[in-house]
């Protein structure tokens, strides 16, 4: 069981390369399906 205070600890360790991982996989579909740019900005 985690102690208080854990849970967010493991939170903010995963949520950095977590993010790059989905960024690098949306990065990974746009250039599969053409589309390098992401012109909903």
């Known amino acids: 069981m ?3 205070g ?3 600890e493991l ?3 995963l949520i ?3 993010t790059r991982l989905l960024r690098m996989e ?3 579909d746009r250039e599969r399906v053409g ?3 992401d012109d909903r900005r």
Do not use: C
């Open 16 to 18: 950095g390369p977590l």
């Open 11 to 13: 939170t903010h360790r």
């Open 6 to 8: 854990q849970l967010d």
């Open 35 to 37: 589309r390098l740019r």
């Open 26 to 28: 949306l990065r990974f």
């Open 2 to 4: 985690l102690k208080e």
